[in-house]
């Protein structure tokens, strides 16, 4: 079945980095688009970051454009999320996402806390 792990997170100082990475199994992971969202406390989730198939392009939320870079390995069908210059507000759960066979699939997730 469709399965996606998220890993990577933790507790990091303002300007600090991250790289979170979500497996994927269940599906042929090179045929669909990839996205990460995060979810802050009494927020709504927001998507981060999309990596479309074709030629891998990127779309990037405007609060994370030149921080943060989205890229996917489809030989061991995983897509990353490199965050860099980290502030508070990039505190969150962070989830990695898919539509297949036009079902949302989401990860478990994996929280993401700046704070000095």
């Known amino acids: 079945q469709v399965q996606l792990v998220e890993s990577g997170g933790g507790l990091v100082q303002p300007g600090g980095s991250l790289r979170l990475s979500c497996a994927a199994s269940?599906?042929?992971?090179?045929?669909?688009?990839m996205n990460w969202y995060r979810q802050a406390p009494g927020k709504e989730r927001e998507l981060v970051a999309t990596?479309?198939?074709?030629?891998?392009?990127?779309n990037y939320a405007d609060s994370v454009k030149g921080r943060f870079t989205i890229s996917r390995d489809n030989a061991n069908a995983t897509v990353y999320l490199q965050m860099n210059s980290l502030k508070p507000e990039d505190t969150a759960v962070y989830y990695c996402?898919?539509?297949?066979?036009?079902?949302?699939?989401w990860g478990q997730g994996t929280q993401v806390t700046v704070s000095s």
């Open positions: 996402n898919a539509r297949i066979n036009n079902k949302l699939r």
């Open positions: 269940g599906f042929t992971f090179s045929a669909y688009t």
């Open positions: 990596i479309t198939t074709a030629y891998g392009r990127k």
